[in-house]
T-cell receptor, first 112, second 118 residues
Framework: GEDVEQSLFLSVREGDSSVINCTYT??????LYWYKQEPGAGLQLLTY?????DMKQDQRLTVLLNKKDKHLSLRIADTQTGDSAIYFC????????????FGTGTRLKVLA | GAVVSQHPSWVICKSGTSVKIECRSL??????MFWYRQFPKQSLMLMAT?????????EQGVEKDKFLINHASLTLSTLTVTSAHPEDSSFYIC??????????????FGPGTRLTVL
């Protein structure tokens, strides 16, 4: 089945690193994504990783993929108060259908 | 680039009326658009996949006669909530997949429309 799980909450202090975790069950996923949603807004694409990659870094963001364990993580370095939001991981289980399966979302709160 | 807009951003209507929500890709063409529904503090639930020039594909449990989708052009898809009831109150988000997205299947999301049915 297709099920994407995330921890619900994460609280960190400003300047620390944040690590948001995601587990998925469909091993046929080709791409995995991280989106950010601020209150009352749509989703902003942060980054994505192809399933044959282990790691991708983009400025303050580092994505790690453990395909064997079906585990995806997003690390935000030097977390700022503006990073407070809900973060969703998403997978595309079957390439070509373009359908996303979203995770449950992790609410990140950054304390000043 | 890759901007998606939605109109209106919020709407309040009386029970029994119909509401139309527009989703536009502003700087790219999209053969495929998606409509999601999000309840408070929950994840996004895919309602339907909208393909330009053809009928939408609805997810299981979504009433096609209740949620009418039209994708008349490569930049516009509309969702009409017919005979709206209070349980239809929700945050509706659309997304669009660029025609020339390559192999990444990336979707770009609109800002959402908050519907409140009284």
């Amino acid at each position: 089945g297709e099920d994407v799980e995330q921890s619900l909450f994460l609280s960190v202090r400003e300047g620390d690193s944040s690590v948001i975790n995601c587990t998925y069950t469909d091993s046929s996923s080709t791409y995995l994504y991280w989106y950010k949603q601020e209150p009352g807004a749509g989703l902003q694409l942060l980054t994505y990783i192809f399933s044959n990659m282990d790691m991708k870094q983009d400025q303050r963001l580092t994505v790690l993929l453990n395909k064997k364990d079906k585990h995806l993580s997003l690390r935000i370095a030097d977390t700022q108060t503006g990073d407070s939001a809900i973060y969703f991981c998403a997978e595309t289980p079957v390439s070509g259908t373009y359908k996303y399966i979203f995770g449950t979302g992790t609410r990140l709160k950054v304390l000043a | 680039g890759a901007v998606v807009s939605q109109h209106p951003s919020w709407v309040i209507c009386k029970s029994g009326t119909s509401v139309k929500i527009e989703c536009r890709s502003l700087d790219f063409q999209a053969t495929t658009m998606f409509w999601y529904r999000q309840f408070p503090k929950q994840s996004l639930m895919l309602m339907a996949t909208s393909n330009e020039g053809s009928k939408a594909t609805y997810e299981q449990g979504v009433e096609k006669d209740k949620f009418l989708i039209n994708h008349a052009s490569l930049t516009l898809s509309t969702l009409t909530v017919t005979s709206a009831h209070p349980e239809d109150s929700s945050f509706y988000i659309c997304s669009a997949k660029p025609l020339l997205a390559g192999a990444t299947d990336t979707q770009y999301f609109g800002p959402g429309t908050r519907l409140t049915v009284l």
